[in-house]
C-alpha cells in the first residue's frame, strides 16, 4: 500500500495553492482622489493600527518582474522552502507553518479551503504593483489562518487617463522565458485594465549534487515548468457617492516534480494548477456611514500525476464569499467598523467523502480612536465565526501607536488567532490505512509584539531605522499521526501539537541624492527561535525548516537612468527533519539596468546574474537549487 | 622446559587468535545491530541506527557521519556480505555499498526500478524490484565483487518482495504490488531461469528457512477496497510452509482481516515469529513443529517491523509513530521480557546484525 502512503503524505507535505486584492484606486482630479481613497481603502487596513507592515521596495520588485511571489520574498528575512526550482514554495513567518501565513489580494485569503496553503511559485511579480509583509497574526481582520503573517498582493493601479500598453520580455538560463504584456483604457467614469503572463522553463540548471559518491556536476531533471495568467480589472465610479471595482483572475501552472538528488531514476510525476478568482467591491460612501459589499468566488484544481504508481488524481474545490461592511464615526476620536461575512466552501475530490461542505459565519465589531492630537492611535477588535454550526473560539486583538515626535514611533499589538482544520483534514474517506477528523477543533492562538521605529533625514541623506520584539504560542496545533494508542493504526489529523517561537526583527533602510546620483540601501534581519511540544514525543525541539538566523541586504546605485542593484541574503542552518540540519549559505543577485526613452516611450533593459558566487544550497532536503544563472529582459510602455 | 614451551605456545596462539579478532571484530560499527530507518517518502531522509550489543547507546546517522551525504529515500533492506553491506533504497532505484564495519562508501550501484530485498547467493545478490505500475516484477543479479548487474530476471508477477536462499535455489515471494499475487517464485541461480511457481496464500512478503530445510513463507492477505477507496472485503493472512524438494504447500490460516506483514525465525531454526506492519498489533510466537496460531502475542505492541537477532534470538522491535518523529527500537529477550528501549531515525523497519 506504499500508493496510499505515498499519496497521503504527499497531501500532508503539499500545503499549497490559491490566490485574492484591494479596491484600486481610480485617478480623476485632486479633490475626487481624497474621497476616492477614503472610499477604495479596506477596513481591515486602516484598522491594522501597531502592525508591523513593511512594503517590499519597488527596487526590489522592478528586479524581480519575471520572477515568482516566492522567489522576491526569499530575498528577504521570512522563511520561504521551496521544493526545488519553480516547486511548490511556501512561507513561514515568525515560526508558523505554511498554513499560518494568508495571502490576501483583493481583500480575500486566497488560501487554499483544501490543504490551507498557497503555492507562491504560482503568483507572478509582474502582476503586482505592491507587495507588503505583514509580521504577526491578525485574527480578528482576516480571520483564519493568519496566525503568523499576512502577504498582501496588491495589483498596480488604473490609470484614468487614456490608453495604455505595456510588454516585458525576459529570456534566460535553462530556456526560460517570459512575457507580460499589459492594456489599460481609462475613462473619466470607467477605467480597464487587462494584463497576460506566459512562462515556460526547461529548469535543467546546472547544480552540484552532494547526495552522490564524488558531488558530482549534473543537471536538475523532470523540473519543466509553464504558467498562463490573466487578470482583466474594471473600475466604475457609479456617481459621485459610489466606487465599484471588479477583478477576474485565471491562473495555470504545470510543474513536472524534480528528481531528488539521491535518486538513480529521473522523477515522471507532474501536477497542474488552475486557479481562477473573482472579486467585486462596492463602495457606498453617505454622509455620517461608509457601506461596502463584497462579492468573491476562489475556484481551483489541482492534478497530480506519477505514472509509476499509477496515480492521477483531481482535487477542485469552490469558495464563495460575502462580506459586508459598515463604518461610522462617533464623534471626533473614534470610528466604529461592524462586518459580517458568510463564506461557502466545498471540495471534491476522490479521497473525500461526499457532501465536504461547509457554511462559515462571521462578525467583527472594530472600534478605532486617535487621542493626543493623533499622535497616539489604538485599536481594539473582536471577531467570532461559526463553521456549520461549530463556534470558532472568539478572538479579539488590540493595537496601539504612539508618535511623541516625528521621529520616533512605537508600537504594540496582542492579537488572539485562530485556524480552522482543512477540508482534507476534516473530509478524508476512511479507509485502512488513513481518515479525516470532523471532530478536529481549530487551533488557536496569540502573538504579541512591541517595536520602535526611527526615522532621520540629514540634508539628502534619509534613513529609517526598525527593531521589533515578538512572542507568539499557538495550541492545538493538527497534525496528522499514525500512533496506535490515538488513531487505532490509521494516519489520523489530530490536535496535539503546541508552537512556541521568540524573535526579534531589525531593518534599517536609507537613500543619499548627490548630484545625480542616488544610493538606496536597506538590510534587515530576523531572529526566530521556534519550537514544537508534544505530549508523546517532542519536549520543545525545534521547528524544522524554520532558520534561527536569516539576514538579508540590498545596495542600489542609480545615475542618468542606469542602475546597479546588489542584493545578499544569508540563511542560518536549520532543521530538515527531526534529527538533522542543513548548512548555512549566503546568496548573492546582481543586476544592471538602463532606462530611456525611444520615440517618447520608456524602454527599460536589464540584465541579471543570479547566486553570483555559485553557492550549492538546497531550501528543502533534497531539491538541488541553481547554481550561477542569467537572464535578460527588456520592457516598454506606449 | 616443556612448561615453558607450552606456555610459549600458549602465548603464540593467544597472539594469534588476538589478531584474528582485530581484524574481523575491530571496526567502530562491529558487534550491534544496524537499524534500518526508511525515513520519510520523498524526503530523502533514510538512515542506519547502530545500537551496540551491550550497554543502551545508540548512534544514529551513521552512514552520513562517515559519508557526508544523504543515504537516499526509504531504505527498505539491507544485506551484509563479505564484509559489506548492501543497503537498498527502494525509492531512490539504487543500492549503497560501504564497509560494514566502518561505513565508508564503496560504490552506487544503479539502474534498478523499485528496488524491495536483498539476498546474497555465492558471490552474487538477488534483488527483488516492483518495477512502475503495469509492468513485471524483475531479480536482478549482481556480482558483489564487480558489483555489475550480470542479468535482470522478468518474473512476469507482481510485487516482488522478500528472497531467501534455499536449498541451492533463490525464492522471491510475489506480495501482489499494484494488483494481487499468491505465488512464490522459484529460480535456479546455476542458470539464473525460473523454475517454478509454487501458488501459496494471499500477498507473500517474508521468507525463512527452517533447520529441516523447510521454506515458511508470511502471506498477510489485504483489504479490498471498492472505487471509492471503502473497505468492501478481506483476503486472509495465512503461514504456508514449502517442502523445497516435493515443492508441496501446507498451509496454516492466520486470520481473516489481519494482516502481518514481517516474518523471522529464531537462531534454534525451530521457532517462528509473525507481526508488525500497519495495524497489527503484536507478534507472535508458532513452533514448526506444531503449528498453532496463539491467540495472544508473544510481544504486546504496534510494530512497523521487527527482526530476531540470529547470534542470540532477541527480538528487535520497531516503533514508527509517525514519518515526522523519530522512532523507538525495544529489544526483547527471547523470553519475552524488554530489555531495553532505543531511540533510533525515522520510520524503523528493521535491523540487520552484524
Redesign the interface.
Known sequence: ???F??LL??WC?FLSLVLSAQPVRFVLTDTVLIDEVKIASDYREVNSIGATIQPIDTVILERYEGRSIGELLSAGTVSIKSYGVGGLTTLSMRGGGASHTAVVWNGINIQNPMNGGVNLALLPVNFFGRVSLQRGGSGTLYGSGAVTGIVHLKTKPLLGSGAKASAFFQYGSANSRTLYATADYGAPKMAVALRLFRQKSDNNYLFRN????G?PLERISNAQSEQNGLMAEANCRLNSNTFWAVSGWYQYGKKNIQT??????PNRSYQKDYNFTAVSNLKYAASRVTFSLKNALMSGNIRYVD????LNTANPFLSLINECVASVPLGKPLELTIASNYTYEVGWS??YVENAYRNRFAGIVTLKGSLLDNSLVAVISVRDEVVNSDFSPVVYSVGTEWNPVEWIGLKGTFSRSYRIPTLNDLYW?????AEGNPDLIPESGWGSDLGVVVRGNLNSFQWIASLSFFHNELSDWL??????ALT???WKPMNLNRGKTNGLEAAVKGSLAMHSVTINFAAEYAYTDSRIY?E???SGTPM?YVPKHKLSSWVGVGWNGFAILYNHTFTGARY?????MLPYYNLGDLSCSYSTKIFGKRMDVRANVNNIWNQDYQMI??YAMPLRTYSLSLGIRI | MRKFQFLLLAGLLLAFTSCDKESSDSGKYSNGALILNEGAFNNSNASISFIPYDGNMVENRVFYTANNRDLGDVLQDAEIYRDKIFMVLNNSGKIEVADVDDFIQITTIEGLNKPRYIEAVDGKLYVSQWGGFGESSTVSVIDAATFQIDKSIQTLRQGAEGVLYCDKKVWVANSGGFGMDSTVTVIDPAINKIVKNITVGYNPKELVADKNGNIWVLCSGSAIYDANWQVVGHYPSSLVRINTSTFEVNTYPIAAEKHPAHLDIAPDGTTLYYGGGYGFSGIFKVNTASVQIPAEPFVSGSFYGFNVSPKNGDIYCMEAPSFTEPGNVKVYLSDGSLLKTVEVGIGPNGAVFN
Do not use: C, E, F
Not at chain 1, 552532494?210 to 559518491?213: P, Q, W
Not at chain 1, 497534525?479 to 496506535?484: C, F, L, M, R
Not at chain 1, 530538515?576 to 538533522?580: E, G, M, N, T, Y
Open positions: 500500500m506504499r500508493i502512503k505515498g503524505l504527499l507535505s552532494s547526495s552522490k559518491i558531488s531528488l538528488m539521491s535518486s538513480a531514476i505514472p509509476t504508481l499509477n476522490d479521497s474517506i476512511s479507509t485502512a490505512q497534525v496528522w499521526i499514525n500512533d496506535p487505532g493504526g490509521k508534544h508523546n514525543s517532542y524544522i530538515r527533519d527531526a534529527q538533522s532536503a533534497g
